[in-house]
């Protein structure tokens, strides 16, 4: 009876699980999906590193990225989850006292929702899905900010347009305090991929949570398009 313990015990996955994501990845991921991985696999710890920047998963010793974003040839192994875009977003405040544009020469009528780079306004470079061809359109706002989060708070604040990626966007959609704008446009923000390293050894513990976010991110970006 206790050999058999020893063995169940050996079997059941477990150890340290480390995954980095960038700052905005618990928006959209749900914080149950968590609760009930633990639940369900008591010996398996996680630990994310949040953090906009690609880090070097073997040097920092990580086990599996999420990366959002057009990805670069490398040495990794990449699993595409996912599409990843970006669509015109904005508060209902926004359009209280004047009418939703209807074609994107109407932009310019709107404040938008900036980069500090974007010293004389900014330029968006969209498609529709009909086809591939993108489309310059001249913006224009009086409130810049380089974080992809804060453009999403800013948006959602009143303060203009916003050119947001969907797997932020719609979260808050679906509570009322977004609306979409001129749903035929779109930018192409690459992919979602889960990464892994090619030459690390793939513990159960590790392949259990990248089933998890397989199929966690596959459900909460599914109504997104």
């Not at 969209?126 to 380089?146: I, P």
Request: glycine share 4%.
């Amino acid at each position: 009876m206790a050999n058999q313990s020893i063995t169940l015990s050996q079997r059941e996955p477990q150890g340290v699980v480390r995954v980095t994501a960038s700052v905005d990845f618990f928006k959209y991921f749900s914080y149950q999906a968590i609760v009930e991985f633990m639940q369900q696999y008591p010996k398996i710890e996680l630990s994310f590193l949040l953090d906009n920047r690609n880090l070097d998963l073997v040097e920092e010793n990580i086990d599996i990225a999420v990366r959002i974003s057009k990805l670069e040839d490398s040495s990794l192994v990449a699993k595409k989850v996912s599409e990843n875009k970006a669509g015109l977003f904005a508060s209902p405040i926004l359009f209280e006292q004047q009418a939703p544009p209807e074609k994107l020469e109407d932009l310019k009528n709107f404040p938008c929702v900036l980069k500090p780079a974007d010293v004389h306004g900014g330029t968006w470079l969209l498609q529709t899905d009909k086809d591939s061809q993108k489309l310059s359109v001249q913006v224009n706002g009086r409130f810049k900010v380089n974080s992809v989060v804060d453009q999403f708070q800013a948006t959602k604040a009143g303060l203009g347009i916003g050119l947001l990626p969907y797997s932020l966007a719609f979260v808050e959609v679906k509570r009322g305090n977004l609306v979409p704008v001129l749903t035929n446009y779109w930018q192409d923000l690459g992919g979602i991929y889960i990464v892994t390293p090619t030459l690390k050894f793939r513990s159960p513990a590790v392949q259990l949570v990248i089933d998890l976010l397989n199929e966690k991110l596959n459900i909460s970006l599914a109504d997104q398009t």
